[in-house]
């Protein structure tokens, strides 16, 4: 009997152990389940919750039409500011303008300046040389060929042989540059701008001109020189004097009390009225651009040089 009855304490013990593991487990399943439901109540709603859910309207602003002259008000600012800005703009381009002007009229001054120096001396050197060819012509008209004063080969140098000496080349790169850039806008004054294309067309004058004046020094004035002119002679006084310019070697020359001694050469086969021809022909196509060519540059750019002495600040008036 007591073994039977350990057996059976044994055995109700293992199944109320049991019963309340049952318990415990059931009761985590159910905590379990709990939670889950408050974890998902936190995320998902459910429709009858949304109907639920409190609407908070904000409340309608009333927007009251404003006066007329309010709305004028505002359209006349408006227009004040663009036209302000619009007056503003047009001025600060009008004064940049203006400097550039300025800065174009100082360096094309300077380049119709420096030229017209230039064009004046070479007018009075080429009245000069037109002197000798006169002198010249007139020596072989009737004078002696073979008995020469000290005169003769001086005259017959500058009047026959100095060619490129006696050619007024105009400079026109700042005009050029002006032109092809555009900038001749910023020169408001029309009569200037008139002025300046009178001013290309002088100098594309000019050039012409000492083509042609240089075409008839290779035909017919070079085949005589090469014939009848004595080089020797030049070379010698290059010898003495040592002297760059040609000019100035000439008149060195003729200030000097020495007498270097040439001929004319084949003196045979020249011809005195040809000769005399052949130099007067010269001396008119010389003339003509003289009286033409430079001279119209010359007033050209003198009436240039004075509107933008009237018109600009200018650094080396």
């Known amino acids: 009997m007591n073994e039977e009855s350990s057996n059976e304490e044994i055995i109700n013990s293992k199944v109320e152990g049991n019963s309340n593991e049952e318990i415990t487990n059931s009761e985590t399943e159910a905590a379990s389940e709990n939670i889950t439901q408050v974890q998902t109540s936190d995320i998902i709603y459910q429709p009858s919750d949304i109907k639920n859910v409190e609407v908070h309207h904000h409340p309608q602003l009333e927007h009251k039409p404003k006066p007329w002259k309010e709305y004028l008000l505002e359209g006349l600012m408006i227009f004040l500011a663009v036209t302000l800005g619009f007056f503003a703009e047009n001025l ?3 004064i940049s303008d203006g400097h550039r002007a300025n800065e174009f009229a100082n360096e094309l001054y300077a380049e119709l300046k420096g030229d017209s120096t230039v064009a004046a001396h070479m007018l009075s050197i080429r009245i ?17 060929l073979t008995t020469l004063p000290k005169e003769f080969y001086a005259s017959y140098t500058t009047s026959l042989y100095l060619i490129n000496s006696y050619a007024f080349e105009p400079k026109d790169g700042i005009l050029e540059q002006l032109k092809s850039s555009g900038s001749l806008r910023f020169f408001k004054s029309v009569a200037l701008q008139k002025l300046l294309g009178d001013m290309s067309v002088c100098i594309n004058n000019i050039r012409y001109r000492n083509e042609q004046e240089y075409q008839y020094f290779a035909s017919p004035l070079k085949p005589f020189l090469l014939k009848h002119y004595e080089f020797g002679w030049l070379n010698q006084l290059r010898k003495e004097d040592n002297i760059a310019n040609s000019i100035d070697l000439i008149n060195n020359y003729r200030k000097s009390d020495r007498l270097t001694e ?9 011809s005195r009225g040809e000769v005399c021809n052949m130099i007067l022909f010269y001396k008119q196509m010389m003339v003509s651009t003289q009286s033409l060519q430079l001279n119209n540059y010359i007033v050209t750019n003198k009436k240039i040089l004075e509107s933008l002495r009237e018109n600009y600040s200018l650094e080396n008036e």
């Open 92 to 94: 600060r381009e009008r």
């Open 128 to 144: 000069e040389k037109q002197k000798d060819m006169d002198y010249l012509n007139s020596y072989f008209k009737d004078s002696s």
């Open 262 to 270: 040439a001929e004319i050469l084949n003196l045979s086969s020249l």
